[in-house]
């Protein structure tokens, strides 16, 4: 007599042979047999990925709402709104952010940090808004200004600008390096005491935030040195010259999704990781 157990079996899994995708095929494409029923693990899952996306729209769909009409300086003041944007950043900044700037905003070598309070193009909500939108590109001239600078002035320069970030720009020492820097004329990007005037994008000479430092554990003058020697994205016939830096952001109004949105979402969220003016 055949057992009751094993015949319920036999056909329960006669059954789900037939009507899932199970049985591999033997013609060496890798395919399977797709089953009666049309199943599969892929569309299962984009079914529930759009019940849980439609819950989310129509959950927050005020908040989104908000964010979309309200300028970035506006939901700054919004508490609940602000904690809601940087909220629904962590995401986007890990996909779209972190390669270059890293987790957290802690920045990889030889891009910005975005975790300090030390901005390049300016840190209120509204100038980071702006970055995002329309893209960086840094600028340097390779041996100050007009190249005019010759090796040693290039040395010596450095070495100003390494005094400079340790609060002793003005000893004697220093003053073959802040003559060649006034000649270089880089004080009319990094400010006539090394610190701009204005955020246009050149570095603040006087902290000790280095915009350029290779891996970890390079020689920070040796770095610093490279920088003044070949600039930052100097170019000739139309291809970058050995040594330079290249600084680039891209603009991300084409790259997000729903970038007038996102933009503003993910500004909030840079504001809130630096400390923003």
Same mark, same amino acid.
């Given at each position: 007599?055949?057992?009751?157990? !094993?015949?319920?079996?036999?056909?329960?899994? %006669? !059954?789900?042979?037939?009507? %899932?995708?199970?049985?591999?095929?033997?013609?060496?494409?890798?395919? !399977?047999?797709? @089953?009666?029923?049309?199943?599969?693990?892929?569309?299962?899952?984009?079914?529930?990925?759009?019940?849980?996306?439609?819950?989310? +729209?129509?959950?927050?769909?005020?908040?989104?709402?908000?964010?979309?009409?309200?300028? $970035?300086?506006?939901?700054?003041?919004?508490?609940?709104?602000?904690?809601?944007?940087?909220?629904?950043?962590?995401?986007?900044?890990?996909?779209?952010?972190? @390669?270059?700037?890293?987790?957290?905003?802690?920045?990889?070598?030889?891009?910005?940090?975005?975790?300090?309070?030390?901005?390049?193009?300016?840190?209120? +909500?509204?100038?980071?808004?702006?970055?995002? $939108?329309?893209?960086?590109?840094?600028?340097?001239?390779?041996?100050?200004?007009?190249?005019?600078?010759?090796?040693?002035?290039?040395?010596?320069?450095?070495?100003?600008?390494?005094?400079?970030?340790?609060?002793? &720009?003005?000893?004697?020492?220093?003053?073959?390096?802040?003559?060649?820097?006034?000649?270089?004329?880089?004080?009319?990007?990094?400010?006539?005491?090394?610190?701009?005037?204005?955020?246009?994008?050149?570095?603040?000479?006087?902290?000790?935030?280095?915009? !350029?430092?290779?891996?970890? &554990?390079?020689?920070?003058?040796?770095?610093?040195?490279?920088?003044?020697? %070949?600039?930052?994205?100097?170019?000739?016939?139309?291809?970058?010259?050995?040594?330079?830096?290249?600084?680039?952001?891209?603009?991300?109004?084409?790259?997000?999704?729903?970038?007038?949105?996102?933009?503003?979402?993910?500004?909030?969220?840079?504001?809130?990781?630096? &400390? &923003?003016?």
């Amino acid at each position: 007599m055949v057992d009751a157990v !094993f015949l319920l079996r036999f056909y329960n899994d %006669y !059954f789900y042979t037939l009507y %899932y995708p199970t049985i591999p095929l033997t013609d060496g494409t890798g395919e !399977f047999t797709k @089953g009666m029923a049309g199943w599969t693990q892929v569309e299962e899952y984009q079914d529930d990925f759009t019940v849980l996306k439609n819950w989310r +729209v129509s959950k927050f769909a005020d908040k989104e709402e908000k964010l979309a009409a309200m300028s $970035v300086e506006d939901i700054l003041k919004d508490e609940e709104l602000k904690s809601y944007a940087v909220a629904t950043s962590k995401v986007l900044f890990g996909d779209y952010c972190a @390669g270059c700037h890293a987790a957290g905003g802690a920045g990889n070598p030889n891009f910005p940090i975005l975790a300090d309070d030390d901005w390049l193009w300016g840190g209120s +909500v509204k100038q980071i808004e702006t970055a995002m $939108v329309n893209g960086r590109i840094g600028n340097m001239p390779a041996k100050g200004m007009m190249g005019n600078l010759s090796e040693q002035e290039m040395q010596d320069v450095t070495d100003y600008v390494m005094a400079l970030s340790e609060g002793k &720009g003005e000893d004697v020492a220093f003053t073959a390096g802040k003559a060649a820097y006034t000649k270089g004329m880089c004080l009319a990007c990094h400010g006539p005491a090394g610190k701009p005037l204005a955020p246009t994008g050149s570095a603040n000479l006087t902290d000790q935030v280095w915009r !350029f430092t290779g891996l970890p &554990g390079a020689d920070l003058r040796t770095e610093a040195y490279n920088t003044i020697a %070949y600039g930052v994205n100097v170019k000739k016939d139309g291809q970058y010259i050995a040594g330079t830096r290249q600084a680039y952001m891209p603009s991300f109004k084409e790259r997000l999704p729903d970038a007038d949105v996102n933009i503003k979402r993910l500004a909030i969220y840079v504001h809130a990781l630096g &400390g &923003g003016q």
